[in-house]
């Protein structure tokens, strides 16, 4: 998911220092149907504060939503969450979307699918199912998940997936736990015959940074990782097997940030359970008001609104990204990593070398190197430990 | 797998994995398929729309010299590009 995907994206191309608010057309549409889920990951990037936004959008609401987005330019639907398939009315949200012409992603965990329901979303114009793991055995699988069935239950959805006929991706969440393996990972996903594979370093939002002493492998880790997945691509490829292998950067051992999200509010759009608006799924944990579906048109809100128009252009900068020559590429960075490390969103993604609070990531490199892996020291995401975070 | 000979008489079929439709707002053929989309040239566009796994190569080459009469020969593009097409296994063969 980290993926937001087009290869096909026109990118501006600002002068210097600017105002202009230009954007593209909103792509790529995330409905994050619900924050209710079955499993618990201590990665997970959903608000720590989930518990705080109980309301959901009716079905009709819903695809109120999809319609507008359709008409805006948008042409890939994710179904996502929380966990997509708490929502009963799921079915009638895929036939929906899939009548207005949008290719349907459903992201899962792949808890509570069976192959019946399966047939049916495909009959529904489903598209392509995404699974998560947790990990490629199921002991690691269960202590992350905080499900002992999680595991055994994602395998047969895997392979009923391909059973069906649908495009699989499957995509494996990696962290010091579980990075280790990823020769069995890979090996894994080729059994099951996944299309693509995402590994996605873990990004540290939400429950994520919460835990990032447990999950930031170290630059050993790493490196051997990529190392093996490079491997394995030279050799698939020379078997002639399709699968593709993504490997996402870890942004914590670069020296220059990723270009958030193609340009904030350029291609991408989330909208939350309760019916936020969002240039990117974690931007709710930001100082900005952002508007609501249920009060604003789709229109209004991509085209108008100050919450997207926010960090359009670069006028917004501050030094070392307002004078720097690379602003083009990477938009000084994630605005969300801004604001949690250094409490002010307008500051350079501290991934940056240049930046001043470089010595944040910095750090937790070095930490990573100390820590002694100890699950018990994860905070489990669950409806519980949100309370903790939440407001009210 | 690139390397695969096509003949007039090859029949191609769009990999499961890829939608094809027109895109409005993108004012051009799409290839969808996971998280992802393709915007296809004129050419590309024409081409794809005739595979549908039914047609040879000198069906869709046919059908195609009627519609753009003033294109003259067009066998040896068409080929060229089926062929970058099984590459990038939009298609099977
Ligand atoms: C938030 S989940 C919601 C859908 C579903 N519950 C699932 O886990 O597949 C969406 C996707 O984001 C991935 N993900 C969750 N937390 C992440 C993180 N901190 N960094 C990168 N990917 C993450 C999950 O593995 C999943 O593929
Ligand atoms: S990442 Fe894990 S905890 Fe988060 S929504 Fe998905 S399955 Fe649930
Ligand atoms: S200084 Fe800012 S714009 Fe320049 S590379 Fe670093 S984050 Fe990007």
């Known amino acids: 998911m980290a993926n937001t995907g087009s290869p096909c994206n026109a990118q501006p191309t600002p002068p210097i220092i600017s105002d202009d608010k230009s954007h593209g057309q909103p792509l790529w549409l995330l409905a994050e149907l619900t924050y209710k889920c079955p499993l618990q990951c201590p990665y997970c990037s959903n608000p720590l504060d989930f518990s705080d936004f109980g309301g959901e959008l009716t079905t009709q609401q819903w695809l109120d939503v999809f319609q507008q987005g359709r008409d805006l330019g ?42 019946h329901k399966m047939a049916e979303f495909q009959q529904a114009g489903l ?69 693509y594979v995402e590994l996605a370093t873990c990004q540290y939002y939400g429950w994520a940074y919460e835990n990032v002493e447990q999950l930031l492998p170290t630059r050993a880790q790493l490196e051997r990782a990529e190392r093996i997945t490079n491997e394995y691509r030279a050799k698939l490829a020379a078997e002639g097997n399709p699968i593709k292998l993504i490997f996402v950067t870890p942004d914590y051992y670069e020296e220059r940030p990723k270009g958030c999200m193609n340009g904030w509010g350029q291609v991408f759009l989330t909208v939350t359970p309760d019916g936020k608006a969002l240039p990117c799924h974690s ?32 006028a917004w900068m501050k030094e070392p990204c307002r004078s720097c020559d690379e602003k083009d590429k990477d938009f000084g960075g994630c605005h969300c990593q801004a604001f949690m490390l250094t409490g002010d969103m307008y500051n350079a993604d501290p991934v940056c070398a240049k930046s001043e609070h470089h010595h944040l990531i910095e750090e937790a490199r070095e930490r990573a190197e100390a820590v002694v892996n100890n699950p018990d020291e994860f905070t489990f995401r669950n409806e519980r430990n949100s309370k903790v975070f939440a407001k009210s | 797998m690139s390397d695969i000979e096509i003949t007039a008489a090859s029949v191609p079929v769009l990999n499961k994995m890829f939608r094809f439709q027109w895109e409005k707002a993108q004012n051009c053929f799409v290839l969808l398929y996971p998280e992802g989309m393709i915007q296809l040239n004129g050419p590309a566009g024409e081409i ?15 059908e195609l010299e009627a519609k753009f009469p003033d294109a003259g020969d067009l066998s040896g593009d068409i080929i060229e590009f089926l062929g970058e097409a099984h590459g990038q296994h939009w298609i099977t063969l």
């Open chain 1, 74 to 115: 948008a042409v890939q639907l994710g179904f996502s969450g929380g966990e997509p398939l708490v929502r009963q009315d799921l079915i009638q949200l895929i036939g929906g979307a899939h009548e207005m012409g949008y290719y349907t992603n459903l992201i899962t965990s792949g808890v509570g699918l069976n192959e």
């Open chain 1, 127 to 195: 598209d392509h199912i995404q699974v998560s793991f947790q990990a490629s055995d199921e002991s690691v699988n269960s202590m992350l998940s905080g499900s002992k069935k999680a595991f055994e239950q994602k395998l047969k959805m895997a392979k009923e997936v391909k059973a069906q006929g649908y495009p699989m991706v499957l995509n494996f969440v990696t962290h010091r736990h579980n990075i280790d393996r990823i020769d069995r990972i890979i090996e894994l996903c080729v059994e099951l015959d996944a299309d």
């Open chain 1, 283 to 314: 931007a709710r944990m930001l100082p900005i008001e952002f508007p609501n579906v249920t009060e604003v048109s789709l229109q209004e809100i991509w085209d108008t609104s100050p919450g997207f128009n926010h960090f359009r252009g670069n």
């Open chain 2, 48 to 62: 794809l729309g005739l595979v549908d796994g039914e047609r040879s190569v000198a069906a869709i080459t046919s």
